[in-house]
């Protein structure tokens, strides 16, 4: 018999894996870690003015890959009639093909030159919103938290796991009109992004992340 252990980043990705055919292995649960040293809160009002966003309410969109359906653009275009001048939206991690639909009301970025400067966007933000389909355990969630912002998401994939009481929402479902109900009942205050800050440090931090690595391969060997 192989002597196969199976981990996991979320709570999600382990169900299913417990309905293929793997599932008579043993499975494990390990969260994703980040660089809690280059994640880390920044002045939030004197980048929000740096960047020309003074008085708006934020709400920021990462994404490696592009914004797709199944990672929520769609969402993102519908928000923008549904939102009043109060709110911008800003997204980072957009493709060629996102341009041909986003609304030029978005502020749209196609990458940033390095973390330092992505953790800056996250700071700056008052809500991080990821309006994704199907995920496993999102590192965009956990950088978010680690700069004090919190999270709104829909109830999908792994991407709950890291949204607790505090630091964020979950959607009732997957609707734009459920995002607005969300986003416009979430106040970013100091304590806000001091408890987002507090969990990821507990929660995500790399060192935990590699720590629990080691203690699996402590009990295995």
Not at 30 to 51: A, R, S, T, Y
Not at 75 to 88: G, I, N, P, Q, T
Not at 163 to 185: H, M, P, R, W, Y
């Amino acid at each position: 018999n192989l002597n196969l252990i199976i981990v996991t980043p979320s709570q999600w990705l382990r169900g299913n894996v417990m309905k293929s055919y793997l599932r008579d292995y043993r499975c494990e649960v390990i969260n994703n870690g980040i660089d809690l040293e280059v994640f880390k809160p920044q002045n939030h009002d004197l980048i929000k003015q740096k960047m020309g966003y003074k008085g708006k309410t934020v709400i920021l969109g990462v994404s490696s890959g592009g914004f797709s359906e199944r990672k929520g653009g769609k969402y993102f275009a519908e928000l923008v009639d549904k939102l009043d001048s109060r709110y911008k939206i800003v997204l980072i991690g957009v493709n060629d093909d996102d341009l041909s639909y986003l609304p030029y009301s978005i502020k749209t970025i196609k990458r940033t030159n390095n973390q330092a400067e992505l953790a800056e966007y996250y700071s700056m933000a008052d809500i991080f919103l990821n309006p994704t389909l199907e995920d496993n355990f999102p590192t965009v969630n956990i950088e978010a938290l680690a700069c004090g912002t919190p999270v709104i998401t829909f109830p999908t994939g792994g991407s709950v796991e890291s949204v607790f009481e505090g630091v964020g929402a979950v959607t009732q479902n997957c609707t734009s009109d459920a995002l607005k109900v969300v986003i416009e009942n979430t106040a970013t205050t100091d304590s806000v992004r001091f408890k987002c800050r507090s969990i990821a440090v507990k929660r995500f931090s790399k060192l935990s992340f590699s720590q629990k690595y080691c203690e699996l391969y402590r009990k295995i060997l």
